[in-house]
């Protein structure tokens, strides 16, 4: 085995891809920044506990895990920052009202997942905590819709569901834990026989309910659809309300919305509302969010919660290929008038690279397309031929 192998699904990113993830990232959090979301850094490792805690089984099995040296507890690296992100709103900010937080760094994961198919996602999001209602949510789209805007991409479409509509449904039939599981892994996949099945001794309303949701998805029609045929139930009623009321906030922006009240991601830890944005050319989601009313509680303090984040790796792979900034080339001598210039180029914000004594340059490497060049008693940048 070649020393310098990576592990499979863990990749080196090149000049130019590094250089435009970068600029987008340092964009993205110049974007949460003027929306008044403050900007923090949790570590790589924590204790086990504070990983998984409240975000169910999939978390624990998307974390490498190691043993504290000094401890001998179990720690795992990030796989996930939000749970991360609500840690430090409960715990150590400890605010009374709302809360906006967002993050960008490395995660890591077991296995390969997302659009970039990688073990190790770069994480960007957004956390708003302490408000309850639709408008938090509402908030936090728009801002996911603006974040793709910034990254360059357009036509973006925002999936809606909310876990209260299957949960509701459960918990007024006392569902087993096991029958559960199995429904929420048919309605996944919208495996309608499966699911006939699986509810055929529940009651004539929860089966025909349960049947109907993996039909009830498309555009904004299926809300009203959802009316007439879900159970006419509190929790109901007010999950369909909601989702009405998202999709009304959403409309003076270039988005195109869509339902589909069988997806049910994340269910385990989400409270409410949880959407997904797509976009043309992407095979997945390109980000996605929701309200987590209960993680929170986990810490010691429950707070209401709803957010988004998004894999700027994955994000970035249907653009057109990065291309690195050409830069100007200078030469080796030892000159206070071209030193000057050099420095005046560079604060302008242009790319200038000065040969090195003794050596002979090639101007492809360096990506050199223009040069600075001494004439009419001065230093002028010009083409290279």
Avoid at 132 to 159: C, N, T, Y
């Amino acid at each position: 085995m070649r020393n310098w192998l990576l592990p499979e699904y863990i990749e080196d990113v090149l000049p130019a891809e590094a250089a435009r993830i970068e600029t987008l990232r340092r964009k993205l959090l110049d974007l949460f920044k003027v929306h008044g979301y403050q900007y923090v850094i949790p570590p790589m490792l924590e204790y086990m506990e504070s990983l998984i805690t409240g975000v169910g089984h999939d978390l624990d099995l998307a974390t490498f895990k190691v043993v504290d040296q000094l401890t001998g507890r179990l720690m795992g690296v990030r796989a996930d920052m939000t749970p991360q992100a609500a840690r430090i709103d409960a715990h150590l900010l400890n605010h009374q009202g709302t809360t906006r937080l967002c993050y960008a760094g490395s995660v890591l994961r077991t296995k390969p997942d997302g659009l970039a198919q990688t073990r190790e996602p770069l994480q960007l999001g957004a956390e708003l905590y302490g408000h309850a209602g639709i408008a938090s949510d509402i908030e936090i789209q728009r801002l996911l819709i603006k974040a793709l805007h910034v990254i360059g991409i357009e036509q973006v479409q925002i999936d809606f569901s909310h876990v209260n509509v299957f949960g509701s449904l459960i918990e007024s039939s006392n569902i087993n834990p096991q029958l559960e599981q199995a429904l929420y892994a048919a309605l996944q996949s919208k495996d309608q026989s499966s699911v006939a099945q699986l509810s055929r001794d529940l009651d004539k309303v929860t089966r025909e309910a349960l049947l109907h949701l993996t039909e009830l998805n498309g555009d904004q029609s299926i809300l009203a659809k959802a009316g007439k045929v879900l159970p006419a139930t509190p929790a109901i009623s007010s999950a369909l309300q909601s989702l009405q009321q998202a999709a009304d906030g959403l409309q003076d922006l270039d988005v195109s919305v869509s339902f589909d009240l069988s997806e049910l991601r994340g269910y385990h830890y989400h409270s409410g509302i949880v959407f997904a944005a797509y976009a043309q050319g992407y095979k997945g989601p390109l980000a996605l969010g929701g309200r987590y009313d209960e993680v929170g509680q986990a810490f010691g303090r429950a707070r209401s919660a709803t957010g988004f984040s998004l894999d700027l790796r994955g994000v970035v792979t249907a653009l057109p290929q990065a291309k690195s900034e050409m830069a100007i080339f200078a030469p080796a001598i030892a000159d206070t008038a071209l030193t000057e210039k050099i420095d005046a180029l560079r604060q302008e914000g242009h790319v200038v690279i000065q040969e090195l004594p003794d050596t002979q340059s090639d101007m492809s490497e360096l990506n050199c397309s223009r040069k600075l060049e001494h004439y009419n008693s001065g230093w002028h940048v010009v083409d290279i031929k």
